[in-house]
T-cell receptor, first 116, second 113 residues
Framework: DGGITQSPKYLFRKEGQNVTLSCEQNLNHDAMYWYRQDPGQGLRLIYYSQIVNDFQKGDIAEGYSVSREKKESFPLTVTSAQKNPTAFYLC???????????????FGDGTRLSIL | DQQVKQNSPSLSVQEGRISILNCDYT??????FLWYKKYPAEGPTFLISISSIKDKNEDGRFTVFLNKSAKHLSLHIVPSQPGDSAVYFCAASEEEYGNKLVFGAGTILRVKS
């Protein structure tokens, strides 16, 4: 079945550690995204990538880094510089949109990151 | 500054009745709007979208209405079913390729049987 796989589902991090969240899609989508969700809030965009080897900062990129070496993979690293990393992280992908033909984003099931 | 607002944190509806979820936005450059449904510990599921060139889009039990002058959109679910109980997020985009979505805080819908 085609879809977006995020792993692990739960992740624990010690203070000062970097941690990498995995996101893989087999939908042949060009664009991929990372969001963060905090309790009672909507999703906020961290980084996004429209094509391989290219990515842009979203609204809350500080303390995060990404890479897009393959079309199907878009890992997110939460660095020690991120002061409040405890959150639910969601990865999404979409086809490349065209003018007058926007494409919806489709989401994985998320990774919940907690600080020990 | 919240560009997309869902002012009702929760809504309770009887099974078989209509559910109406509302969303307001402040950015007049938004041209693409979406509704997502989310269950706990899962990712959001795309429900329905509408482009700013339309004022209505229908898909089965789900209809989205867009009022550009009021910067308001709504999702109607008719008839509501217990399985519709979830958090509903409104999202909007201003870029022509719809890449950067701005989400509202969500509305919890409870459909009582």
């Amino acid at each position: 079945d085609g879809g977006i796989t995020q792993s692990p589902k739960y992740l624990f991090r010690k203070e000062g550690q970097n941690v990498t969240l995995s996101c893989e899609q087999n939908l042949n989508h060009d664009a991929m995204y990372w969001y963060r969700q905090d309790p009672g809030q909507g999703l906020r965009l961290i980084y996004y990538s429209q094509i391989v080897n290219d990515f842009q900062k979203g609204d809350i990129a500080e303390g995060y880094s990404v890479s897009r070496e393959k079309k199907e993979s878009f890992p997110l690293t939460v660095t020690s510089a991120q002061k409040n990393p405890t959150a639910f992280y969601l990865c999404a992908s979409s086809k490349a949109g065209t003018l007058y033909s926007n494409q919806p984003q489709h989401f994985g099931d998320g990774t919940r990151l907690s600080i020990l | 500054d919240q560009q997309v607002k869902q002012n009702s944190p929760s809504l309770s509806v009887q099974e078989g009745r209509i559910s109406i979820l509302n969303c307001d936005y402040t950015n007049s450059m938004f041209d693409y709007f979406l509704w997502y449904k989310k269950y706990p510990a899962e990712g959001p599921t795309f429900l329905i979208s509408i482009s700013s060139i339309k004022d209505k889009n229908e898909d089965g039990r789900f209809t989205v209405f867009l009022n550009k002058s009021a910067k308001h959109l709504s999702l109607h679910i008719v008839p509501s079913q217990p399985g519709d109980s979830a958090v509903y997020f409104c999202a909007a985009s201003e870029e022509e390729y719809g890449n950067k979505l701005v989400f509202g805080a969500g509305t919890i819908l409870r459909v009582k049987s």
